[in-house]
């Protein structure tokens, strides 16, 4: 009898399996996947990042431009090395020119003068 309890449950197991993997939807790649340098623009306003998701693919340079309305520090978590974080003041244009080295999903947090760390985007690496 155990046998067929636990035959059962895995039965059970796999199509729950299959049906949660059935509603996951691929990430879309971006457009301009193949091409080997992309340029992206934002704009920080408030709590916020305008897109607030970047997408690109791993392999691309990038040039990332980012359009502030507001004082703090802006940081790109896993991607410090290449895009170091940096101080803005209202009205500055930052520009990070990059390697796009590493797969995954990185926050983009701002660090205002005043008050918590704020996270207002994700930059995405897609693999091809």
């Known amino acids: 009898m155990q046998r067929t309890s ?8 796999a199509a729950l399996l299959l049906t949660a993997t ?5 990430a879309q790649l971006p457009d301009d996947c193949d091409a080997p340098t992309v340029a992206r ?3 920080l306003a408030g709590d916020h990042l305008n897109p607030e998701a970047i997408d690109v693919c791993r392999g691309q340079q990038v040039t990332l ?3 502030t309305q507001q004082d703090g520090v802006l940081h790109l978590h896993g991607y410090e090395q290449e895009a170091p ?11 990070f020119t990059f390697e796009a080295s590493r797969a995954g999903q990185f926050v983009v947090e701002v660090h205002p003068p005043e008050g918590e ?12």
């Open 65 to 67: 431009e980012v359009v």
């Open 41 to 43: 623009t934002a704009t």
């Open 22 to 26: 059935a509603c996951v939807e691929q």
């Open 6 to 13: 636990w035959r059962a449950a895995l039965a059970v197991l």
């Open 85 to 95: 974080a940096t101080e803005l003041h209202a009205g500055d244009r930052l520009e």
């Open 117 to 128: 760390e704020l996270e207002v985007g994700i930059f995405t690496v897609h693999e091809r």
